[in-house]
């Protein structure tokens, strides 16, 4: 059975590789004299250029937002709910801009990757990145494209610090900044979240020390229990319940320790879906750069002090039932920019999914960003 173009989707679309050769340099001290980002765009950019919108992606996820790729694809983008015609980012109005972030591995330069002084592939010499060399790549990606400012940056959990971190590092590039189920810094515990699933990745025999490409290898068993242990942390415990209580698969326990419950066959097909579709070595950098981020780091420790430097208006969604970005964390970012003086819109949606709601069809979330981006989009004469 092939998958049909659902009314208000963008269609077939068609990824690009774009070559930035400017140079990069990084938090770390590392330089990339040039480097490639896998991108898909959706909509048109208007004469005067003022229609474009970034979208940011979270931990796991890259440039496919919207759309599908073929007649025949089953999948269409991660975010092809709120991305088309009609949709809360409307591609009749905005120029929509989706990439995959230096270090992922869906066809950007990352860990999978050849680096060009070896020949061989990255694997554990590619450097670790912040969100802020996220920012900058993708401000050298706006260049390449001729946006001197976006319209709107939109980003969810990780994707929302890469959009606070724009507003913070290049004011003047962002007219509006949409920063849904984030925080200001990750809290101890997630971090922790973090370290567990590292550390199950880089126990794996099958890692190798980051070189299980030379040895036609997958950590598959790390990277699939770094998958389950996430994947709990993005439900929330009413949502869980609801959807697998604590049934057994079989009338009867049988007494083993094969897959007995839901719950559990739950987690194992996702854990394996995702080492079909991700590389440990972008995981394990992906996961270090949500922990670095912290924007007031710079000024003192000072959220406040930081926000002042930003100029764009914000939206700051939250959700009631995420508890790994709770809405107390959304609040912070809130209050800070109120206390800096900022122009700031907030929502609280209630749901019961947990954190992955940033991701779902709902309608209130969907009615609040339909009625902020469309005043974007008068805004921009869009």
């Known amino acids: 059975m092939t998958s049909e173009v659902t009314e208000g989707s963008v269609g077939i679309v068609e990824p690009r590789k774009i070559r930035i050769d ?38 796991s996820g890259d440039h496919h937002a919207a759309g599908v790729h073929s007649a025949d694809d089953r999948k269409p983008g991660w975010w092809d709910n709120c991305i088309g015609p009609g949709k809360p980012i409307d591609t009749d109005r905005f120029f929509v801009v989706s990439l995959n972030n230096l270090g992922g591995c869906r066809g950007s330069t990352g860990p999978n990757s050849i680096a060009p002084e070896t020949g061989r592939q990255w694997g554990p010499d590619f450097p670790l990145l912040t969100v802020r060399d996220w920012v900058r790549s993708q401000a050298l990606l706006a260049d390449k494209l001729g946006i001197t400012q976006w319209a709107a940056i939109v980003g969810g959990s990780l994707g929302g610090m890469q959009v606070m971190q724009w507003a913070v590092d290049l004011p003047r590039r962002v007219r509006h900044a949409v920063v849904i189920a984030s925080a200001p810094q990750i809290s101890a515990q997630n971090i922790a979240f973090n370290e567990i699933a590292r550390q199950a ?71 394996e879906s995702f080492v079909d579709r991700f590389d440990a070595n972008t995981y394990l950098i992906m996961t270090k750069a949500l922990d670095y981020f912290d924007p007031a780091r710079d000024y003192d420790d000072s959220l406040v002090d930081a926000f002042r430097q930003a100029q764009a208006r914000f939206l700051v969604v939250a959700f009631s039932s995420d508890w790994r970005f709770s809405p107390a964390r959304s609040r912070e970012i809130v209050k800070a920019l109120v206390d800096a003086g900022r122009d700031v819109s907030y929502a609280l949606i209630e749901s019961a999914l947990g954190h992955d709601d940033f991701l779902m069809p709902l309608p209130d979330y969907h009615r609040v960003l339909r009625g902020y981006l469309s005043r974007v989009a008068d805004e921009v004469g869009a």
């Not at 598959?220 to 949502?239: F, V």
């Open 22 to 59: 400017s140079p990069l340099i990084l938090d770390c001290g590392r330089l990339f004299m040039w480097h490639d980002l896998m991108v898909e765009t959706y909509g048109t950019l208007n004469a005067a250029r003022s229609n474009a919108v970034l979208i940011c992606h979270a931990l």
């Open 201 to 271: 990745i880089l126990s794996d025999p099958d890692f190798h020390g980051g070189r299980y490409y030379d040895h036609n290898a997958v950590p598959a068993r790390g990277l699939r229990l770094a998958r389950m242990l996430g994947h709990i942390t993005y439900l929330s415990d009413a949502a869980m319940r609801a959807k697998f209580g604590n049934d057994l698969k079989a009338p009867q326990p049988s007494f083993n320790f094969d897959v007995e419950f839901e719950v559990e066959s739950y987690l194992r097909y996702q854990g």
